[in-house]
């Protein structure tokens, strides 16, 4: 139980295009999602938190307009960068938590984006 | 703010050992702490999960200890085998915090057959 999947695994994109990532848990409800960027040999940064219903809580640094995310259910969320560039290749990770269960999340496989 | 740091960053030991890997974090006041295992390029797994009124969690060859006073926790496998070769995460919340996780640059472990 508790999984959560990420699609795509690797997308590799131009400069300037824009690259939407799913995160669903698909055996629980997560009322809360969490978006994780992952530099080479880096740990994971918290981007931001994702609460179903409403808009997401940034970290200090994380353009809110380069990095759209949508909780539009409690077994989906979605990452979306805007006008990628070069900069934004990392290794994103989201993880979910179950609502009314542990403390514990959950982590996706991880998405390698890659901008050209 | 909490920080997190994970030593040593890197561990070769031979099959069979047992070993230990070593948590700090800055902000004692935790709700609990967590241990992760990342294979490479994939995402985390969930280890161990100690509760700030726990002291230690045990699963199969694995055991975390979390010392709140001295901000420290170590996650101990025995008997490592090759399979075991990841890198592992310690994660704490950050101050006042309790959903968020602030993650060490993780202990990349490599077990020789």
Redesign the interface.
Known sequence: GAV?S?HPSRVICKSGTSVKIECRSLDFQAT?M?WYRQFP??????MA?SNEGSKATYEQGVEKDKFLINHASLTLSTLTVTSAHPEDSS?Y?C?A?QAGG?????????T?LTVL | KQEVTQIPAALSVPEGENLVLNCSFTDSAIYNLQWFRQDHGKGLTSLLLIQSSQREQTSGRLNASLDKSSGRSTLYIAASQPGDSATYLCAAPPQGGSEKLVFGKGTKLTVNP
């Open positions: 959560v990420q809360t969490f040999k880096q740990s994971l940064m918290l938190t290794f990770i993880s938590r542990p403390d514990t999340q959950y982590f996706g496989p991880g390698r």
